[in-house]
């Protein structure tokens, strides 16, 4: 038992494996091109071959998505890549800014031989916060 367990919340193994992980993390979102809202604006009105995809989970998806985004969730990723063309520039994003699904979700697509993969710098949040256009699943563009 560490000497500071009873007076911090946090062992010593929790912090490892936490710290082991925002170590592994950090290569991750800083390896693969950012892209901002403003340049995905651009994006959107000039690239008919652009895929948004949402890598959220589901209920996030259905609460509100960039207009023309598909739901493919990180983690199934690796089950639904055939579904994605290689040669296609791919937008991915998350929720948040500190939010890592798009980065993981980059990383995974790059593996896959997806190499025109860019991550929207701020996820979701950013993008609302700069005006974007959103959708419900099944509803009218939001502005």
Known sequence: MDEYDSEVPVTRDSFNAENDIAIFMGP??????????VELTALMKNDRKLAIIDVRPPDGYRTGHICGAVSVPVDAIEERCQELDTERLIVVY??????????????????????????????????????????????????
């Open 28 to 37: 991750i979102t800083s390896s693969y091109r950012r892209i901002t809202a």
């Open 94 to 143: 998350g929720g948040a800014p500190w939010s890592a699904e798009g980065a993981v979700a980059a990383d995974k697509l790059h593996t896959l031989s997806f190499h025109n993969v860019l991550v929207l710098d701020g996820g979701l949040s950013v993008w609302k916060n700069a005006g974007g256009c959103l959708e419900l699943e099944t509803g009218p563009p939001l502005h």
